[in-house]
């Protein structure tokens, strides 16, 4: 074995100025490298929209919402569905339950008016996954406080400390001409990237929400926020004790037409930049095939001398790994670098009102990595087959019949 990976490695660092071969041998290392740094690349962005995107929706919408199968509004606390929810909290320490009311709502500065969604939150300040999202004032959930997003604040021209007034929708249409409205003070600023949200929600404390919307002391459901990302056995935990009118809902279920459509871009996306990293492999076999080709002389005397045919499948095998272990880690390389510059410098940028977010995002997954690592050394070694069984059926007295 030690022989014929030094006979590989010679023949792959061949420097002679007649050695096309060795030349070819290394545009396939090239060549496969490329391959696999898209292969990893493209598997890194496709996961860094799906983690961008579901940090960014779990953010607002909590892990999981306990609501009424009706819609209907909740008795603040009631006994069964608190008990649960202490149970719950006690099994996972690091859950965070907030009570919550949300409805539709105007705000009104000067002659301007815009629809809003209204969000009620017990507590002091907002989750920490919104607080994060803070880019002006802070996510205190004080008295008369609201919380906007940058794009509402753009375009009434708002900042922190002005005032502005909320009314409740469906009081503007009752006959008796009693409004419920609140003047609030903007005590926050977020920005998400996710323009339906950034345009729409707006955030302040429970007992203002419930004022405004005329829910005294009922609440819209509880939301549990979870720092593990196994939500889903949580979920389903919590709906095997609760009973009719609650039911449990996931973000990822509420949103499971773009989580859809995300899953069925990500095969034609791995699959079409595949075809790179198998065109590499046809390089392989082109490569190796010429060394064969262009070492036959060399093969016959190493037969003559009392190499065996199995030495020679050996030295062949050793190439073809050699090439595809070399390769991979030089694609690695390649997109390891390029993630960085991306993650650090966002060097391309995208339509935030589109894409949720103003750059490529780029997460690497190192499961994903060896399993694409594994591929092209795999790929590699099968693809120097053809070019084994060529060399092994070399002939001594044939390959040295003009020497």
Request: charge should be neutral; glycine fraction near 8%; hydrophobic fraction near 45%.
């Amino acid at each position: 074995m030690k022989l014929s990976i030094h006979l590989a490695l010679r023949y792959l660092r061949s420097s002679g100025r007649t050695s096309f071969s060795s030349f070819a041998g290394k545009l396939s290392i090239i060549g496969l490298g490329v391959g696999i740094a898209a292969l990893i690349l493209t598997a890194a962005i496709y996961k860094g929209f799906e983690d961008t995107i579901s940090n960014k929706i779990a953010g607002f919408d909590g892990h999981i919402r306990i609501q009424d199968f009706l819609g209907r509004p909740i008795p603040n606390n009631p006994s069964g569905l608190d008990s649960i929810l202490f149970d719950f909290a006690l099994k996972h320490p690091d859950a965070q339950i907030k009570s919550f009311v949300q409805g539709p709502a105007m705000m009104r500065k000067g002659l301007n008016a815009e629809g809003v969604i209204l969000e009620g939150l017990n507590g002091k300040e907002l989750p920490a996954a919104l607080n994060k999202i803070i880019i002006d004032g802070n996510g205190q959930l004080s008295e008369r406080t609201i919380i906007i997003g940058k794009r509402l604040a753009d375009e009434y021209q708002l900042i922190v400390g002005d005032p502005f007034v909320v009314f409740d929708l469906s009081s503007m249409m009752d006959i008796t001409g009693m409004k419920r409205l609140t003047q609030f003070t903007i005590g926050g600023i977020f920005h998400s990237g996710l323009v339906e949200y950034d345009n729409s929600m707006v955030y302040t404390r429970i007992e203002e929400a419930q004022y405004l919307l005329n829910m005294n002391e009922e609440i819209s459901g509880n939301i549990i926020y979870l720092n593990n990302t196994d939500f889903q056995s949580s979920a389903e935990e919590i709906e095997s004790h609760l009973g009719y009118p609650y039911y449990t809902l996931t973000w990822k279920e509420k949103h499971h037409t773009l989580f859809k459509w995300l899953a069925v871009q990500k095969l034609p996306i791995l699959l079409i930049f595949g075809m790179i990293a198998l065109v590499a492999i046809v390089n392989i076999i082109s490569a190796l095939t010429m060394i064969v080709l262009e070492k036959i002389r060399s093969i016959g005397s190493l037969q003559a001398i009392g190499l065996s045919r199995r030495s020679i499948i050996s030295l062949f095998l050793v190439k073809g790994t050699i090439i595809g272990l070399v390769g991979s880690i030089f694609g690695l390389t390649l997109a390891l670098f390029f993630g960085w510059l991306q993650m650090k410098y966002h060097i391309l940028s995208i339509a935030e009102d589109i894409y949720f977010m103003d750059h490529i995002p780029v997460s690497f997954d190192f499961s994903q990595i060896l399993i694409i690592i594994i591929f092209g050394i795999t790929c590699s070694l099968l693809a120097s087959l053809w070019p084994t069984n060529i060399a092994s059926r070399v002939k001594p007295a044939v390959a040295l019949r003009y020497e």
